[in-house]
């Protein structure tokens, strides 16, 4: 076993469990670092190793406010909260209605796995952004169809976007979880409850 990388992977985990919310944008992101997100998702679990979405990174900052001015206006003080999608780095995960697959499954089964792998997706590419130190705040648009098609049109995408993941830099000495715009906004903190049941059967 190689210890190193276990205290990496031990210390890279935990990152991703509270979503990052403000972001410290003087920084850019290494292109080396962009090649190894992008190799990620080429490579990452995909149910029946099915194609089923494309992906956009997006650092164009003009993009990235347009695709915010979309979203739901869930408000702490009069400040949109899904501030997380204003990172350094914008990925969507945009549908891809791969032909194939509708000719072998029904639509239900389609929308299952197609979920299930953008989840696989999404966790793969946190890991990745952990152990390089990245934060990362998710935002699914599946569930909001109104919200999806803004942001489609809003952007001209092809189809509609299924989730968005920020990465970037947090800001020093600043909790993730006060709001990018004003700091006197904060999400509530709360840990998972309960707690994930694990059992080891031998």
């Known amino acids: 076993m190689d210890a190193r990388l276990v205290k990496q992977l031990k210390e890279a985990i935990p990152l991703s469990y509270y979503p990052q919310y403000n972001w410290d944008l003087s920084k850019d992101i290494a ?3 962009l090649e190894l997100f992008k190799l990620a998702l080429r490579e990452c679990p ?3 190793n099915n194609t089923y979405f494309k992906v ?3 650092r164009n900052r003009d993009v990235i406010q347009k695709i915010y001015d979309n979203l739901w206006k869930d408000t702490v003080g009069g400040d949109v909260t899904q501030t997380q999608i204003l990172a350094n780095l914008l990925v969507v995960f945009e549908e891809f209605d791969n032909k194939n697959i509708l000719q072998a499954w029904d639509w239900t ?3 299952v796995d197609r979920g299930a792998s953008v989840g696989m997706a999404i966790g ?3 890991l990745v952004c952990g152990l390089l130190g990245y934060k990362t705040g998710q935002l699914p648009l599946v569930w909001n169809e109104d919200v999806s098609e803004r942001v489609k049109n809003s952007i001209d995408l092809d189809n509609f976007p299924l989730a968005m993941l920020g990465i970037g830099y947090g800001n020093e000495g600043v909790s993730p979880h006060r709001s990018h715009f004003n ?3 904060r999400r509530s903190i709360r840990r998972r409850t309960p ?3 694990i059992k080891v059967w031998e």
């Open 183 to 185: 700091r006197n906004v």
């Open 124 to 126: 793969y590419l946190e």
């Open 195 to 197: 707690p994930v049941y």
């Open 56 to 58: 956009h990174f997006i």
């Open 46 to 48: 995909s149910i029946d």
């Open 31 to 33: 292109e080396e670092d």
């Open 109 to 111: 089964k389609y929308v």
